[in-house]
């Protein structure tokens, strides 16, 4: 599978996209930065992101969640 399951803007320049790959038979979960090239109006991967294994995915769940909290407790995001 090969997937894009969400975009949103990271700046101007760059955005984040998730989504689902399969590298070498391996489900894999991909959040990574894409960004605008000079040479051509398409964006294109970075090497910044994270690539985890599909089984991983509700590990980064919880800590997404537990960094949420955290930021909320400190006022640092909006409840």
Known sequence: MDQTVSVFPKNKFQEVRVGIREFKSN???DIRIW????KADQMVPTAKGVTINVH???QLLKALADTEKILKENKMLEL
């Open 35 to 38: 960004t605008m090239t000079q």
């Open 27 to 29: 489900d894999l979960v």
């Open 56 to 58: 991983l995915l509700p």
